[in-house]
């Protein structure tokens, strides 16, 4: 069965740097995704992407966030200027159509990518 | 706005008794409600899935039943296995254009001892 995959597993970075979070999603959805779980808590949706653009996004998606789709496989996740609280597991998801619709097709999720700040 | 509650763990079973775990939701439309399980070190894997009221959605011997009357999709399973030590998280998504975000429910842990 298809799956989403993310690189890395494990990231380690210093406070303040730059850090990009890299997803491949399955080959034939439409719709991308970013959730992040503080560990602990729940999993908070970040931002969605269709048509090479930003569908929506959470308060928690600032202007330290940005994502991009830099080629016709990947969707990237890239952090500026990361801090302590950034601290989380990031999940990659996609889906073959708007979920919610009547013929409803679920989001398919990553194994994620822990993200520790020092 | 869109919520879910869910029963926190963790929750503690012997092999073979009965699981449920329970859901309810707020939501300002028609969600559709799933189940989602992360069994340790994994990602997260859709469980089972309802559209519409009086759905029910199975797999793997799990069972929910989508309770528009009382807002609810409470998990059961007969007979858990050890193999079903995981965390379980409610979710929903609305019925309703755009691009539907999920929203989860906090997570239960389920840890089952033989």
């Known amino acids: 069965e298809p799956e989403v995959t993310q690189t890395p597993s494990h990231q380690v970075t210093q406070m303040g740097q730059e850090v990009i979070l890299r997803c491949v999603p399955i080959s034939n959805h439409l719709y991308f995704y970013w959730y992040r779980q503080i560990l602990g808590q729940k999993v908070e949706f970040l931002v969605s992407f269709y048509n090479n653009e930003i569908s929506e996004k959470s308060e928690i998606f600032d202007d330290q966030f940005s994502v991009e789709r830099p080629d016709g496989s990947n969707f990237t996740l890239k952090i500026r200027s990361t801090k302590l609280e950034d601290s989380a597991m990031y999940f990659c998801?996609?889906?073959?159509?708007?979920?919610?619709?009547?013929?409803?097709?679920?989001?398919?999720f990553g194994d994620g990518t822990r993200l520790s700040i020092l | 706005g869109n919520s879910v509650t869910q029963m926190e763990g963790p929750v503690t079973l012997s092999e073979e008794a009965f699981l449920t775990i329970n859901c309810t939701y707020t939501a300002t439309g028609y969600p559709s409600l799933f189940w989602y399980v992360q069994y340790p070190g994994e990602g997260l894997q859709l469980l089972l899935k309802a559209t519409k009221a009086d759905d029910k959605g199975s797999n793997k011997g799990f069972e929910a039943t989508y309770r528009k009357e009382t807002t609810s999709f409470h998990l059961e399973k007969g007979s858990v296995q050890v193999s079903d030590s995981a965390v379980y998280f409610c979710?929903?998504?609305?019925?309703?254009?755009?691009?539907?975000?999920?929203?989860f429910g906090i997570g239960t842990k389920l840890q089952v001892i033989p």
């Open positions: 979710a929903l998504t609305l019925n309703s254009g755009g691009y539907q975000k999920v929203t």
């Open positions: 998801a996609s889906s073959e159509a708007k979920t919610g619709w009547s013929g409803n097709q679920p989001q398919h």
